[in-house]
């Protein structure tokens, strides 16, 4: 029986695996991926090395899965404290920035601070306020933030040349780039 592991599965806990196999968080997909696998024939080194982990975190989700089942394999959520002076600074702080541009003033981290105290009496550090702005906008789809380079009035093609040859460098004469591409690289 060695290389072969004796877990089993109904068509219900399979039909649930495979749901969430298609996650958005990537470690419940991989822990349901493994399991199918498992119940496919596939051994735990073989596993291990398609996922990029250990043969025995394998085992460990294949045990957990046999424990608890499906529900086993999803993501919780770490226990903490709420994030009262975060949540807080959202909420004063939201308002301020959502007006429009050329009626509002400069609002700096340390002038967002001094308003947040005044406003609901909470002192939040610049690191904290900061971390939560950015939080803030990359879940809303907040602002373009690109690179200076990436600022050209020309679309990158994400590698770093504006043109469609796909070079991130300048190249020399023999490049794919047309002379008219190759000035702009």
Same mark, same amino acid.
């Given at each position: 029986?060695?290389?072969?592991?004796?877990?089993?599965?109904?068509?219900?806990?399979?039909?649930?695996?495979?749901?969430?196999?298609? !996650?958005?968080?990537?470690?419940?997909?991989?822990?349901?991926?493994?399991?199918?696998?498992?119940?496919?024939?596939?051994?735990? @080194?073989?596993?291990?090395?398609?996922?990029?982990?250990?043969?025995?975190? %394998?085992?460990?989700?294949?045990?957990?899965?046999?424990?608890?089942? %499906?529900?086993?394999?999803?993501?919780? %959520?770490? +226990?903490?404290?709420? +994030?009262?002076?975060?949540?807080?600074?959202?909420?004063?702080?939201? @308002?301020?920035?959502?007006?429009?541009?050329?009626?509002?003033?400069?609002?700096?981290?340390?002038?967002?601070?001094?308003?947040?105290?005044?406003?609901?009496?909470?002192?939040?550090?610049?690191?904290?306020?900061?971390?939560?702005?950015?939080?803030?906008? !990359?879940?809303?789809?907040?602002?373009?933030?690109?690179?200076?380079?990436?600022?050209? @009035?020309?679309?990158?093609?994400?590698?770093?040349?504006?043109?469609?040859?796909?070079?991130?460098?300048?190249?020399?004469?023999?490049?794919?780039?047309?002379?008219?591409?190759?000035?702009?690289?």
């Amino acid at each position: 029986m060695a290389g072969k592991s004796p877990l089993t599965a109904s068509g219900e806990q399979r039909a649930a695996l495979a749901a969430l196999a298609g !996650s958005r968080d990537r470690g419940e997909a991989d822990r349901a991926r493994a399991v199918l696998l498992t119940l496919s024939g596939w051994t735990s @080194p073989r596993i291990a090395e398609a996922f990029g982990v250990r043969d025995d975190t %394998v085992r460990l989700w294949r045990c957990d899965f046999a424990d608890g089942g %499906v529900e086993a394999l999803t993501a919780s %959520v770490a +226990p903490g404290p709420a +994030p009262v002076k975060s949540e807080t600074a959202l909420r004063v702080v939201t @308002p301020l920035l959502e007006e429009p541009v050329a009626d509002r003033r400069n609002w700096t981290i340390p002038r967002l601070r001094a308003e947040i105290e005044a406003r609901a009496g909470v002192r939040i550090s610049r690191s904290q306020l900061s971390k939560a702005l950015r939080k803030k906008s !990359s879940v809303g789809g907040g602002r373009d933030t690109r690179s200076r380079h990436a600022r050209s @009035p020309a679309r990158s093609n994400g590698s770093g040349c504006v043109c469609d040859c796909a070079n991130s460098r300048p190249q020399p004469a023999t490049s794919s780039c047309s002379m008219a591409t190759r000035a702009r690289h």
